[in-house]
């Protein structure tokens, strides 16, 4: 039990202000489609936190530092980038295809890559023998902070100022693929 309820405060408080928040507030008015954003969050969770418990060490053992951070300042800048191309509500389907929960899924498991909380996964299951309930914890602790958010941006998103929130998203989330590129850590 003490291993579910740490590991569930500490994502839920190292999630406060991190940048899968405001992706997750740029996914909710961009798609309006609270249910699907928040099962594609919890999925993408479950899957990174678990790989994050199961072999991250493994994987930061096998993977050279700098290949690493490449691939994490490479898909900041992405989706920096994919945030910037506007949407219509008429060809919002015809751009995203895959939809809410598939374009939520995948943003969220490669954004959460190299990210805190992923990282406070594998200390968590170093920590605690109880690997399973490590993600059972880090999940909640990431829906905690995050589905506030999504349903924020849900029932906000014709009052917020689009423009201006897709600029500063784009512009925060390529900052931090040229700091991670530029760092040397990731």
Do not use: C
Request: charged letters at 10%.
């Amino acid at each position: 039990m003490e291993a579910l309820l740490i590991s569930t405060f500490s994502v839920a408080l190292a999630e406060i202000g991190d940048r899968t928040q405001l992706l997750a507030l740029v996914l909710a008015a961009r798609f309006r489609k609270p249910a699907p954003i928040i099962a594609g969050i919890l999925l993408a969770t479950i899957a990174n936190h678990w790989v994050a418990a199961e072999i991250g060490a493994l994987i930061a053992d096998w993977l050279p530092p700098d290949v690493g951070r490449w691939l994490i300042a490479g898909a900041f800048i992405l989706m920096g980038l994919w945030v910037l191309v506007p949407d219509n509500e008429d060809d919002a389907a015809a751009r995203y295809p895959y939809g809410a929960f598939l374009t939520t899924l995948i943003a969220f498991f490669l954004v959460e890559i190299g990210d805190k909380t992923q990282i406070a996964t594998i200390v968590l299951a170093a920590q605690f023998e109880a690997v399973w309930l490590v993600v059972v914890g880090t999940t909640l602790g990431m829906l905690a902070a995050n589905v506030p958010v999504v349903l924020l941006g849900h029932f906000s998103a014709d009052r917020l100022p689009m423009r201006l929130i897709n600029a500063i998203a784009a512009a925060v989330f390529i900052a931090i693929g040229v700091v991670v590129l530029f760092s040397g850590t990731s």
